[in-house]
């Protein structure tokens, strides 16, 4: 297919998360490279060298998005711990930059590890997982849906719609978040992770009414259990006994990949799936049935 047909084609991405190539965030990024976006790709590597699957080769990264832009499509990478807001505008500036439109934004960065039951919370534990997981979506969400809004001085009140420039012929832009499995059941041991995915589930329903009067479509995902490297035996943090005879006896004998959600995103984020708005969408095999 020549690459001005592809549905992504003259678009851009800014894809959060990606700095391993068994991580969902490079599934993203590369399915939606494969649609004819370019990539704008953030990553923190430190937070990964304090996991038990550890950091991946950049180098390693990079080489393997850029094998899937299509042509005329640019590729960048930007480093930035979220857990500081004052990095959110220069990520999305950055990321508009490329090619000066951003089109999409995939909030796919998340804090993990560190975590545990009700009684091991303290303030600190809440906050690290709020501040990352929660907070930074919020705050790149903002500062994506503001160059698209009319500006005004006028404070908000509560109740008080946002004025876009509607109707729209199509959606003017994609943002996607990321729930987990809280939302079906609970997650034994990931409090902290757990409390601050649903809050983002949570709130889908506000949010994606506000930013649909800027012609700006929200879903949020949740991908179910996917294998990043977590369920390896050398690379857990967490018991697998019984995990294989389990697998075993569901439908399709496995958990998810990473390209599974990718493919619910990357046609999400064309005008065909478009039209689904404001949804938590469950991609994980049956897992939560």
Known sequence: MPASTL???????????????????????????DLGAS??????????LDLPWGGDDLDAVRDGLRAHL??????????GDLSDPSVIPELIDTATALTGRLDVLVCNHAKSGDDGSILDMTPERLTAFWEV????????TAEFARRRAPRTDEPRRPG?????????????????WMTSGQIHGAMIGEVAYAASKAALAGVTATVA??????????????????NTGYMDPETTDRSLDGLDEYLASTPFGRVGTPQDPAELIGW????????????????????SL
């Open 7 to 33: 549905p992504l084609a003259g678009k851009t991405a800014l894809v959060t998360g990606v700095s391993r190539r068994r991580g969902i965030g490079f599934a993203v990024a590369s399915k939606l490279a």
């Open 39 to 48: 990539i704008v790709v953030h990553h923190h590597r430190p937070h990964d």
């Open 133 to 140: 997981n929660t907070r930074a979506t919020m705050l790149l």
């Open 160 to 176: 008080d719609r946002i004025v876009g420039t509607g109707p729209y012929a199509e959606a003017q832009g994609h943002v996607f």
């Open 209 to 226: 009414k506000e930013l649909l009067e800027l012609g700006i479509v929200l879903n949020t995902v949740n991908p179910g259990p996917v």
């Open 70 to 79: 299509t042509e005329g499509a640019r590729f960048a990478d930007v480093p």
């Open 268 to 287: 999400l984020a064309t005008s065909s799936g478009s039209w689904v708005v404001g949804q938590v969408l469950t991609s994980d095999g049956g897992f």
